[in-house]
T-cell receptor
Framework: EAGVAQSPRYKIIEKRQSVAFWCNPI?????LYWYQQILGQGPKLLIQ????????DSQLPKDRFSAERLKGVDSTLKIQPAKLEDSAVYLC????????????????FGSGTQLSVL | GQQVMQIPQYQHVQEGEDFTTYCNSS?????IQWYKQRPGGHPVFLIQ???SGEVKKQKRLTFQFGEAKKNSSLHITATQTTDVGTYFC??????????WGAGTKLIIKP
């Protein structure tokens, strides 16, 4: 079974530039998550999609971050303009519909994109 | 707001010693999951606990979910170098929102 695919693996940009990350979840997974993980901290949810609808974007800095999941499959996360404090690893994860009981709720993570803002 | 506190932040052990990390939630959880993140890697699902008082074992790892479904622990017996990494708990609320702990980093002393 193919895992969650993310690209690019690394990205270095200067502050005020824009950047985009791409994620392709596991086939059949209805739920897609974007997390921000700052070094030494736990993952922080930025946005959660259920199919192509947004379930939770309460922690997304909407003045500079945007995300979309057209057709309910792959997704892109964009930052424009980037700030120094955006330096982090951006993790994409997917899971089955959380409305299902049991093990369907576990998250599968991609390898992440390490962003450095200079 | 809803929080899941995880302690300790770091634990240094000699190889062969035991390791324990604890998670406490301010409110009752539907279930709790545990993930392991190796250095430079991404979180990998270990286990999910659902029932009050549940105890599950995976070889040298023992997971517990408290009776009130507000706390959980992960205990590793006789640590090995392959156990190095950061262990995260993630508690799920009734609305399916997942709340992550800050993680406990397991460090094996040279």
């Amino acid at each position: 079974e193919a895992g969650v695919a993310q690209s690019p693996r690394y990205k270095i940009i200067e502050k005020r530039q824009s950047v985009a990350f791409w994620c392709n979840p596991i086939s059949g997974h209805a739920t897609l998550y974007w997390y921000q993980q700052i070094l030494g901290q736990g993952p922080k949810l930025l946005i959660q999609f259920q199919n192509n609808g947004v379930v939770d974007d309460s922690q997304l800095p909407k003045d500079r971050f945007s995300a979309e999941r057209l057709k309910g499959v792959d997704s892109t996360l964009k930052i424009q303009p980037a700030k120094l404090e955006d330096s982090a690893v951006y993790l994409c994860a997917s899971s089955l519909d959380p409305g299902r009981a049991g093990s369907g709720l576990k998250l599968f993570f991609g390898s992440g994109t390490q962003l450095s803002v200079l | 707001g809803q929080q899941v506190m995880q302690i300790p932040q770091y634990q240094h052990v000699q190889e062969g010693e035991d390791f324990t990390t604890y998670c406490n939630s301010s409110t009752t959880l539907s279930n709790i999951q545990w993930y392991k993140q190796r250095p430079g890697g991404h979180p990998v699902f270990l286990i999910q606990l659902v029932k009050s008082g549940e105890v599950k074992k995976q070889k040298r790892l023992t997971f517990q979910f408290g009776e009130a479904k507000k706390n959980s622990s992960l205990h590793i017996t006789a640590t090995q170098t392959t156990d190095v990494g950061t262990y995260f708990c993630a508690g799920r609320r009734s609305n399916y929102q997942l709340i992550w702990g800050a993680g406990t980093k397991l460090i094996i002393k040279p």
